[in-house]
Structure formats: structure tokens, C-alpha cells
């Protein structure tokens, strides 16, 4: 049996707005939550001198900037700046870090390759799921 067909149209100011801590925010679009099977998405709002801290995902991940200017390391050595259209394709495993170290805001859109995304902490092992209540940056 096929699975049911789904049109979601998710206009942006009506996207919860959910509090990741130290001022970042994520704006959840396609989740398990709306019937996503094989991705999670959503816009991620940098404040200005702000940073999610070290981390691996269990899955494919994709970054675009679309606004403002983002500095990401990978594995603890490579440093990338992204900056608006600019994106950057993350391979589960990899260690990264998302860090806004300009006066100004960064609007990033991040793609997951599942619905059944986790976050692990590289300072604790903590291991999260996506979007949950766990889901929170620490002030560095």
C-alpha cells in the first residue's frame, strides 16, 4: 500500500519558533512531526558572537547560509566561512562546529538526509534527538 500523499505549505512567520539556548533559534519546516519520512529541515537564527558547539549527527547533514557569514570546523582542523548562499554538505560522523563571530546575525537553512536525526555532544557524548527538549547549546 502506498504510503497517504502530503502537501504541507509552511509559510515562515507561522513556523514555531523553538529556543536552542545563548540566543540561537531553530524554526522546525519538514519533521516526523508533519509526516516527513527521510528528511528534517529547518532555519536555524545565529545571534551575533554566538556558536553551537562541537558535535556529530547520525546522519547526512546540509548547511546553507542565507545570511550574514558562518565559520564552521570539521573535525577540529578545518575551517570553512560560508557566506550567504554559500552551503557546506557535513557526512554523518563528522565532527562540526557552527560559529558566528561577526556583530551581525547569521539566517542558516540546515537539510538533514533522515527523519530520525541526533545530535551528539562532543564535550559530554550526550547523544539527543533533534528538536528535543535535550536539544540545547550551552553558554560557552
Same mark, same amino acid.
Given at each position: 500500500?502506498? *504510503?497517504?500523499?502530503?502537501?504541507?505549505?509552511?509559510?515562515? /512567520?507561522?513556523?514555531?519558533?523553538?529556543?536552542?539556548?545563548?540566543?540561537?533559534?531553530?524554526?522546525?519546516?519538514?519533521?516526523?512531526?508533519?509526516? /516527513?519520512?527521510?528528511?528534517?529541515?529547518?532555519?536555524?537564527?545565529? *545571534?551575533?558572537?554566538?556558536?553551537?558547539?562541537?558535535?556529530?549527527?547520525?546522519?547526512?547533514?546540509?548547511?546553507?547560509?542565507?545570511?550574514?557569514?558562518?565559520?564552521?570546523?570539521?573535525?577540529?582542523?578545518?575551517?570553512?566561512?560560508?557566506?550567504?548562499?554559500?552551503?557546506?554538505?557535513?557526512?554523518?560522523?563528522?565532527?562540526?562546529?557552527?560559529?558566528?563571530?561577526?556583530?551581525?546575525?547569521?539566517?542558516?537553512?540546515?537539510?538533514?538526509?533522515?527523519?530520525?536525526?541526533?545530535?551528539?555532544?562532543?564535550?559530554?557524548?550526550?547523544?539527543?534527538?533533534?528538536?528535543?527538549?535535550?536539544?540545547?547549546? *550551552?553558554?560557552?
Amino acid at each position: 500500500m502506498a *504510503p497517504p500523499k502530503s502537501i504541507n505549505h509552511l509559510k515562515y /512567520a507561522d513556523l514555531p519558533q523553538v529556543s536552542r539556548g545563548i540566543g540561537i533559534v531553530n524554526q522546525p519546516i519538514a519533521s516526523k512531526e508533519i509526516g /516527513a519520512r527521510s528528511l528534517h529541515s529547518g532555519i536555524t537564527v545565529m *545571534p551575533a558572537r554566538s556558536a553551537v558547539p562541537p558535535h556529530i549527527h547520525n546522519a547526512e547533514e546540509q548547511v546553507t547560509v542565507l545570511e550574514g557569514t558562518m565559520r564552521i570546523v570539521l573535525d577540529g582542523d578545518k575551517e570553512v566561512f560560508c557566506s550567504k548562499y554559500d552551503s557546506t554538505f557535513i557526512s554523518p560522523g563528522v565532527q562540526h562546529e557552527l560559529i558566528n563571530d561577526t556583530d551581525e546575525q547569521v539566517i542558516a537553512m540546515v537539510i538533514y538526509g533522515s527523519a530520525n536525526v541526533n545530535r551528539t555532544f562532543s564535550e559530554t557524548g550526550e547523544t539527543v534527538e533533534i528538536g528535543s527538549d535535550k536539544d540545547k547549546f *550551552p553558554a560557552n
